[in-house]
C-alpha cells in the first residue's frame, strides 16, 4: 500500500526547518503583494524569490504594474471610478476621467536580522561581533499600483535601525508614471520623482535576490585626493552610481525585444551644497542651502538593450514556446549604458576608508578642496538564462576629472583624470520552487594605483517558506590587501505583507 503523505507532518517539518536556521546561526525590499491583492493571484507570479523578478514580473513592471494583455475579468479588486467614460468625448468641456485603486494600495515588508562579523586589519588585530540581533533591522512602507489606463505610482518608506541604536527614515521612492504616449504600445512612457532608474535594471538591490547588493557598483566613492576611497556605509560625496536619482526618465520597448532608457537627473552626489571661498573656506567644506544641488549641470543617462529568446519584454510570446515553470525560460539578454555629468563649482566632501574628512590635508599637510568637473560612467550588461540558472553581470568603467584647488578654494592646483574600473558577476538557482542559491563575485580597482584592489564574494541560500515569507542565510568576505578582510555571516527573515 503506498502510504499517504500526512499534510500536517509536512507542516511542521517545514516550521521547524525554518526555525532551525534562523536559531543555529548567528541588510533592501520591493515586494509588492499589493498587487497580490488585486489580482488575486500569488507572489511568485512575478517573482523567482522577491523581489527578483521573473520575465512576467519584468513585464509586468515595463507595462505600469499592468499585465501583459490586461483585460478587465483579471482586476479583482475594482477601481473607483472619477468621472463618467463620456466626458472624455466632451473634453475640454469636462475634466478627463480618471481611477482610483479600489482598496488602499498599501503593503509592508519586514526585515529581522542576526548578525556575525568578523574584521581582520592590515596589521592581525581581529573584531568580532557574535549574533547581533537587529530586531528589526528595516521595515518598509509601500503604495504603489494605477490611475486610470495610462498612469501610476510608486512609493517607499523606509526605517532602518543601526547596530549603534540609532536609527532614520527616508523616502527611498516616490514617483509617477506617465504610459503608452506615443507610438505603438509600450513604445514610450515617462516617470518623474524619486527613483531606482532603469539604468540598472537587472542588477541594483531591487532586482537582486541578496541580501547584500552590489556595492562595488553603488557604494564605492571613487574621489578622493589621489582618486579612489573606498567602499563607504553611507557614500557621502561622489559615488560610483546612484543607487536612486531624483529626475525624468523616458523608456520603452520596440518591437517586444528592444529596450531603451534615457533620462536627466540632479548630480551624481551633493556634496557640499554651498560652496566657500577666500578666508570663509578655511577648515570647511560647505554647508547645505537648502537645495538638493548648488548646480544647474544635471546628470544624463542612456542604455540599450536587447533580448534574444524566452518571453518578450513587454510580456509577447508569439512564436514562443514557454515551460509551465515561470521562471524558466532560455534567453540571453545584452545591453550598453553610461552616464555623464558635470560637477563644477561644487566642492564634494573628501573622504577616506574610515569615512568622512571634514578638513582634509594632502601629502604636504596642505588643507585643500576638491571638485570632481567631469565623471562618465560606461558599461555592459548581460543575462543569461537557462532553465534553472540565471547568469549576469556588468563591466562599468568610469572616469572622473578632479580638481584641486588650495585652501581658499581660489586656486587651482592641479587637474587629473582619475580612471576606475569595477565588474561582478552573479549565478542564481532554482534547486526547487522554496529553495534557491546564490553566488557573486566583485572586483573593483581604484583609481589610485597605489590602492590595492577590492574583492568581494557573495553567497547566498534562500528558503522560501511561503510566497511572502523567505529565510536567508547570506556569507560575505570583502578583501583589500593594505586595508584587511571582513567576513559577515548573516541570517535574515523577510516578510511582506
Known amino acids: 500500500m503506498t502510504p499517504v503523505p500526512n499534510p500536517r507532518r509536512w507542516t511542521i517539518l517545514r516550521n521547524l526547518v525554518l526555525l532551525a536556521l534562523f536559531l543555529g546561526l548567528a541588510a533592501p525590499a520591493s515586494a509588492f503583494p499589493i498587487f497580490a491583492r488585486k489580482y488575486q493571484t500569488s507572489c511568485v507570479t512575478c517573482h523567482t524569490v522577491y523581489p527578483k523578478l521573473n520575465a512576467f514580473g519584468e513585464a509586468f513592471r515595463l507595462n505600469g504594474y499592468r499585465m501583459p494583455k490586461e483585460t478587465e475579468e483579471q482586476i479583482k479588486q475594482k477601481p473607483v471610478s472619477l468621472g463618467s467614460e463620456a466626458y472624455k468625448k466632451v473634453w475640454p468641456d469636462a475634466v478627463w476621467p480618471n481611477e482610483l485603486p ?6 509592508m515588508n519586514v526585515k529581522m536580522a542576526s548578525i556575525y562579523n568578523s574584521f581582520t586589519d592590515a596589521s592581525g588585530a581581529k573584531t568580532v561581533v557574535h549574533n547581533d540581533f537587529q530586531f528589526p533591522q528595516e ?7 494605477t490611475l486610470g489606463e495610462n498612469m501610476s505610482f510608486m512609493a ?3 526605517h532602518a535601525e543601526n547596530s549603534d541604536g540609532s536609527s532614520g527614515t527616508e523616502i527611498e521612492h516616490a514617483r509617477l508614471g506617465f504610459e503608452n504616449l506615443l507610438g505603438p504600445e509600450h513604445a514610450f512612457n515617462i516617470r518623474l520623482g524619486k527613483f531606482a532608474p532603469n539604468l540598472y535594471a ?16 553603488f557604494n564605492y566613492n571613487p574621489v578622493g ?55 570663509n573656506a ?13 548646480s544647474t549641470h544635471k546628470d544624463f543617462y542612456v542604455r540599450f538593450d536587447y533580448k534574444f529568446g524566452g518571453m518578450g519584454l513587454d510580456g509577447d510570446t508569439e512564436g514562443v514556446t514557454l515551460p509551465p515553470e515561470n521562471w524558466r525560460e532560455k534567453s540571453f539578454r545584452v545591453g550598453i549604458l553610461a552616464l555623464k555629468g558635470n560637477a563644477t563649482g561644487v566642492d564634494f566632501l573628501a573622504a577616506n576608508v574610515n569615512g568622512l574628512v571634514p578638513d582634509p590635508n594632502d601629502e604636504g599637510g596642505n588643507p585643500y578642496h576638491l571638485q570632481d568637473t567631469s565623471y562618465t560612467r560606461t558599461g555592459l550588461f548581460a543575462s543569461w538564462t537557462f532553465s534553472d540558472l540565471n547568469v549576469f553581470g556588468v563591466y562599468l568603467n568610469g572616469k572622473d576629472t ?9 586656486t587651482v592646483v592641479s587637474t587629473d583624470d582619475r580612471t576606475y574600473k569595477a565588474y561582478f558577476v552573479q549565478a542564481d538557482y532554482v534547486i526547487a520552487p522554496p529553495f534557491h542559491v546564490s553566488a557573486r563575485y566583485e572586483r573593483l580597482t581604484p ?23 523567505k529565510f536567508m542565510v547570506e556569507y560575505q568576505k570583502t578583501d583589500q590587501s593594505g586595508v584587511g578582510t571582513n567576513k559577515a555571516l548573516n541570517t535574515i527573515l523577510r516578510a511582506a505583507f
Open 282 to 294: 578655511l577648515n570647511s567644506t560647505g554647508s547645505p542651502n537648502g537645495n538638493f544641488n548648488n
Open 202 to 217: 537587472g542588477f541594483q538591490e531591487m532586482w537582486l535576490m541578496t541580501d547584500n547588493g552590489v556595492d562595488t557598483m
Open 225 to 279: 585626493y589621489k582618486g579612489g576611497v573606498g567602499i563607504l556605509d553611507d557614500a557621502a560625496g561622489v559615488v560610483s552610481m546612484p543607487a536612486r536619482v531624483r529626475g525624468i526618465e523616458a523608456y520603452g520597448v520596440l518591437n517586444h525585444r528592444f529596450f531603451y532608457t534615457f533620462g536627466v537627473s540632479t548630480k551624481i552626489a551633493p556634496g557640499a551644497n554651498d560652496p566657500v571661498s577666500g578666508t
Open 402 to 410: 578632479l580638481e584641486l584647488r588650495t585652501a581658499d578654494n581660489l
Open 139 to 145: 521595515v518598509n512602507l509601500f503604495a504603489a499600483g
Open 102 to 107: 479600489g482598496n488602499a494600495p498599501l503593503a
Open 156 to 158: 517607499e518608506l523606509t
Open 447 to 469: 583609481g589610485d594605483t597605489s590602492v590595492q584592489p577590492l574583492k568581494v564574494a557573495n553567497f547566498n541560500f534562500t528558503y522560501l517558506a511561503a510566497a511572502n515569507l
